[in-house]
Each structure stands twice: as structure tokens, then as C-alpha cells.
């Protein structure tokens, strides 16, 4: 699976699309009032990839399992300190409610938590490379 972020910035427009296997969609980003940059951080955007991803693998995995889930929340947080630092301190949190126990839920999210890309590609760690 190829997987492409596109975002193009000039004074107060900003256009992202967002492409997985050659399907491209466009998310509503809007730039910095009066200014140029976009009105998110990178780090919100990581945060919302990691929520994203555990909520998108707990429906897929909930269904490997007949689980039925109704409703997910995720809340992802992390600290950055000076510029140029990477982030740390990331954590995630999660409620599920659906048609299932408590201990069924546990286990869900605890399995899930193994399984998620994101999550595993910050765990491991991933060579960035600058193309020029």
C-alpha cells in the first residue's frame, strides 16, 4: 500500500490530498489566518494519525473477532520540547462501546494495540529521508 500526504501553502490557501493506492481525497486544512503556514502543527497531525489508525484497526480487528463496536474515542497526546527536538511522551487512550464485555473490549484494544501501523512504526522507529 503507497500512501501520499500533498500539501501546497501560499498566503491564506492551503490545499492537502491525501492518496492511498492511487485514490487521492482532499482534507479541509485551512492555512493561518493572514498568513502563510497551515492553521494545524505537525505534531496535532501526528497525534490524529496515531487516534485514526488505532480507531480504523479496532473496527477491522473488532470484525476479524464478530465483535460488534458502536463507537470508538481515541485521545492521543504528545510533548515536544525546543524546535528541532523530536517528540516524546506518546500515549493514547481509548473508550469502546459496542455489543460485547468489558473483558472482550480489554482484549480487543490490548490486541489492537500490537497490530496498529502507526503505532508500530513509532515504536520502531523509521528512517525520514530528505529527497532532493
Same mark, same amino acid.
Given at each position: 500500500m503507497k500512501i501520499? =500526504?500533498?500539501l501546497e501553502n501560499q498566503f491564506n490557501h492551503q490545499t492537502v490530498t491525501l492518496e492511498t493506492n492511487g485514490v487521492a481525497q482532499e482534507l479541509p486544512i485551512p492555512a493561518k489566518v493572514a498568513g502563510f503556514g497551515s492553521s494545524v502543527n505537525g505534531g496535532e497531525l501526528l497525534c490524529l494519525a496515531l487516534a485514526t @489508525? /488505532? @480507531? *480504523?484497526?479496532? #473496527?477491522?480487528? $473488532?470484525h476479524r473477532q464478530a465483535l460488534v463496536i458502536r463507537r470508538v474515542t481515541v485521545e $492521543?497526546? =504528545?510533548? /515536544?520540547g525546543a524546535e528541532g527536538q523530536p517528540? #516524546? *511522551? /506518546?500515549? #493514547?487512550?481509548?473508550h469502546v462501546e459496542g455489543e460485547a464485555t468489558d473483558e472482550?473490549? =480489554?482484549v480487543l484494544i490490548r490486541h489492537t494495540d500490537t497490530v496498529s501501523e502507526i503505532q508500530n512504526t513509532l515504536r520502531r522507529g523509521s528512517h525520514v529521508m530528505l529527497i532532493e
Open positions: 501520499t =500526504a500533498k @489508525c /488505532f @480507531c *480504523n484497526d479496532l #473496527y477491522r480487528e $473488532a $492521543a497526546s =504528545a510533548e /515536544f517528540g #516524546y *511522551n /506518546f500515549q #493514547y487512550k481509548v472482550q473490549i =480489554a
